[in-house]
């Protein structure tokens, strides 16, 4: 949404239409006539490759229902690229944006047989399969962190950064105290912001339970459980206490919330996963921040973003098996934030320069820049 509202400032005829699969169609409508746009929506047949770093040959040959997943949507694929193919040779667009879903292989693929220019962006260090494949033919590619963490060749490649939405910026220490206040939290005391993403990490949730007693000596806790994962925390309500609707602990636990950017601005300390969305999301805010990478995604993505943040010194790294086998690691690396404020600053400062800024009006610029070069 945020790259087509640039685009549409500078080419406000411009014809847009955003493609997606069944299962993705009507969330997609319901958030463009949220934002008032007039954009079409077009589902695409497209199917994902079901990959998993800790299973080997043999575990995909116990788990059938994993390969029998992957046979039934590598067909879905060829329908999807018919669909495609005879969707873009009758009405060939200017140019394609594709943000490297599975959605956008069958797409790009029919766009590579009828030459149709397009843009690929990656928003990770390390790029996704789709992406690894629609690479060679793009026209331009944007990335969402700086090209030394890529091996895309240089004349084609472009740091864009990651779209966020303008409420994730910097606060001062006095909005800082506002939002604390406005969460029912002291703002005399330190904060820690604990989040897995919107669906939740049960391994950051059972690591929190396990520190929980000793962390609330020293700080605020807001944990955000993941709306998956919220109803096997419920236990750690026993620590919110409220009186006459206010809160009297200094714990509050939420499945999940609209406004991140407030809970952000909020907290001294942060615990994440190293989703790229999230992270530019702190670093715009240039917070401080403990990653617990997924180790399990594909392609290692999660680890290989957090490891290109502690190489840079903006932030601190727990492998996520060695937290759920020992969650006082995480427990020491919070009291080492909350007792070094040198470190804490230090760590926001190195954080907040991988932020690219108006990454939405750069990506929207490339692919206008492609259109015209067509």
């Known amino acids: 949404m945020a790259v087509v509202r640039e685009i549409w400032k500078v080419r406000p005829r411009a014809k847009i239409e955003f493609w997606t699969d069944k299962k993705y169609y009507k969330n997609a409508r319901r958030i463009t006539v949220e934002n008032g746009m007039d954009l079409r929506i077009r589902k695409v047949v497209a199917g994902k490759l079901r990959r998993y770093t800790n299973f080997t040959?043999?575990?995909?040959?116990?788990?059938?229902?994993?390969?029998?997943?992957?046979?039934?949507?590598?067909f879905k694929n060829i329908i999807g690229f018919f669909q495609s193919f005879f969707r873009l040779a009758f009405n060939r667009p200017d140019v394609i944006f594709f943000k490297g879903g599975f959605v956008c292989l069958p797409v790009g693929m029919a766009a590579k047989l009828l030459r149709i220019p397009y843009v690929i962006h990656d928003s990770d260090a390390a790029p996704g399969l789709t992406n690894r494949l629609l690479a060679k033919r793009a026209t331009k590619i944007a990335t969402g962190m700086p090209l030394e963490y890529y091996s895309y060749p240089a004349d084609r490649a472009e740091w864009t950064g990651i779209p966020i939405s303008d409420e994730f910026r910097p606060v001062s220490e006095t909005k800082k105290r506002s939002y604390k206040k406005e969460l029912d939290f002291d703002p005399d005391k330190p904060l820690l912001v604990v989040t897995g993403g919107s669906l939740g990490a049960r391994n950051i949730n059972v690591a929190i339970r396990e520190i929980l007693p000793q962390l609330l000596k020293q700080t605020s806790v807001m944990l955000v459980a993941g709306r998956e994962r919220y109803p096997e925390m419920m236990d750690l309500?026993?620590?919110?206490?409220?009186?006459?609707?206010?809160?009297?602990?200094?714990?509050?636990?939420?499945k999940f919330s609209s406004e991140m950017w407030k809970l952000f601005g909020a907290a001294d300390i942060v615990v994440s996963r190293a989703g790229a969305s999230t992270m530019t999301e702190l670093s715009s805010m240039a917070k401080a921040v403990i990653m617990v990478p997924n180790e399990k995604l594909p392609g290692y993505h999660q680890v290989k973003n957090a490891r290109a943040y502690e190489k840079a010194n903006a932030a601190l790294v727990i492998e996520d098996g060695e937290m759920n086998q020992n969650a006082t690691k995480l427990l020491s690396a919070v009291k080492k934030l909350l007792k070094d404020a040198t470190l804490r600053e230090e760590l926001s400062k190195n954080l907040r320069s991988f932020v690219k800024d108006n990454a939405a009006e750069n990506l929207a610029n490339t692919i206008i820049s492609v259109a015209k070069e067509k």
């Open 57 to 74: 040959f043999m575990m995909y040959l116990q788990h059938f229902d994993v390969v029998l997943k992957n046979i039934l949507d590598f």
């Open 237 to 254: 309500k026993e620590y919110e206490v409220w009186e006459d609707g206010k809160l009297k602990t200094n714990f509050r636990m939420v």
